[in-house]
Structure formats: structure tokens, C-alpha cells
């Protein structure tokens, strides 16, 4: 069974920074693309920032550009979300979530990480709060 765990989350301060885990089990995140998403109160899910683990491919939204980075550690079968200079507006649930990158038809054809529709497997959410 794909289970995908989400951790990290918390309560900090303008500015400050946090490091979100997405654990895999019942998978490897090798030919997968792995993706952080996050929901404010009363808005819609968004894509934060995604890799593609087969060739550390990345992509990151452009509210947190320079802010976040995405990495993967293939040994331990996580994926990281790096967040700095955090501000209140980044406040939110955020979720990790994985897809197949590659068509299960033919292994030539490889998806990119931000086609977050493709996304499949949920982790359930970790909630960061950014307040003073």
C-alpha cells in the first residue's frame, strides 16, 4: 500500500524557518514526482514545489522563489521542503503528494513535476502557522 507521511509542521515566527518530511513507504520515490502543496483558510490548494526524484528536477512557485527549496534523500525515501524567511501569508496546510513521472505505457515519456493534476497519493497534511 502507498502511504505517503507528512511532518514538520509548526508555529513560527515571521522570518523564521521550518523543514517539512515526506516519508514514503510502500514505495520508492525513484521514478516518481514528488510535490508539496498547501490550503489556506478559504482558499484553494496550491502546488508550493515539486521534484522529480529519477533526475532532480525541481520547481518552485514563484511566492516562494528564493525561499524554499525541495530535496530528496533516496536513501531514506524522503523528500524535504526547506522553508526560510517564512511570512504570514505562507500559513497553511501543507500536503506532500506523488505520482508516477513516467508513462506507465511507454518509460520514454516522462511527465513534468508541476502537472499537479497528475498527482495520486496524499499524505495528510501538516499545518504551519507563521504569527508573532
Known amino acids: 500500500e502507498v502511504q505517503l507521511q507528512a511532518s514538520g509542521g509548526g508555529l513560527v515566527q515571521p522570518g523564521g524557518s521550518l523543514r517539512l518530511s515526506c516519508a514514503a513507504s510502500?514505495?520508492?520515490?525513484?521514478?516518481?514526482?514528488v510535490g508539496w502543496f498547501r490550503q489556506a483558510p478559504g482558499k484553494k490548494r496550491e502546488g508550493v514545489s515539486c521534484?522529480?526524484?529519477?533526475?532532480?528536477?525541481?520547481f518552485r512557485a514563484d511566492s516562494v522563489k528564493g525561499r524554499f527549496t525541495i530535496s530528496s534523500d533516496n536513501a531514506k525515501n524522503t523528500v524535504s521542503l526547506q522553508m526560510t524567511d517564512l511570512k504570514p501569508e505562507d500559513t497553511a496546510v501543507y500536503y506532500c503528494?506523488?505520482?508516477?513521472?513516467?508513462?506507465?505505457?511507454?518509460?520514454?515519456?516522462?511527465?513534468?513535476?508541476?502537472?499537479?493534476?497528475?498527482?495520486?497519493?496524499w499524505g495528510q497534511g501538516t499545518l504551519v502557522t507563521v504569527s508573532s
Open positions: 503528494a506523488a505520482f508516477p513521472a513516467r508513462d506507465p505505457t511507454d518509460w520514454r515519456i516522462s511527465y513534468y513535476c508541476n502537472d499537479w493534476t497528475r498527482y495520486v497519493s
Open positions: 510502500g514505495f520508492t520515490f525513484d521514478n516518481y514526482a
Open positions: 521534484i522529480s526524484v529519477s533526475d532532480d528536477s525541481t
